[in-house]
């Protein structure tokens, strides 16, 4: 499966994103998905993921802040980002495989907050 995501940028802290990866291939309904980040000068972090069932799951940072969703008829998950923070600053990369492991990822897209 191949993953592109889009819709990072730059906002303002307490300002809202919404990261989009959008994926090939027909299987995507069958796959968990994740979304991870990384930082200038850290290591790659979990954000949040939601099972192919539906479930999610978020990284403590970030609960009650960031929504993870997918719609599976468009091959689609989403990160719905409010209440930014200019340590949410970093690379966000979306992931397909399962909750165990993801095998494979999209080419990231940089989300910048300025205080």
């Known amino acids: 499966v191949q993953l592109q995501a889009s819709g990072g940028g730059l906002v303002q802290a307490g300002g809202s994103l919404r990261l989009s990866c959008a994926a090939s291939?027909?299987?995507?309904?069958?796959?968990?998905m994740a979304w991870f980040r990384q930082a200038p000068g850290k290591e790659r972090e979990f954000v949040a993921a939601?099972?192919?069932?539906?479930?999610?799951t978020y990284a403590d940072s970030v609960k009650g802040r960031f929504t993870i969703s997918r719609d599976n008829a468009k091959n689609t998950v989403y990160l719905q980002m409010n209440s930014l923070k200019p340590e949410d600053t970093a690379v966000y990369f979306c992931?397909?495989?399962?909750?165990?492991?993801?095998?494979?990822w999209g080419q990231g897209t940089l989300v910048t907050v300025s205080s």
């Open positions: 992931a397909a495989g399962r909750l165990s492991g993801f095998h494979y």
């Open positions: 291939g027909r299987t995507f309904s069958s796959y968990d």
């Open positions: 939601i099972t192919w069932s539906g479930s999610s």
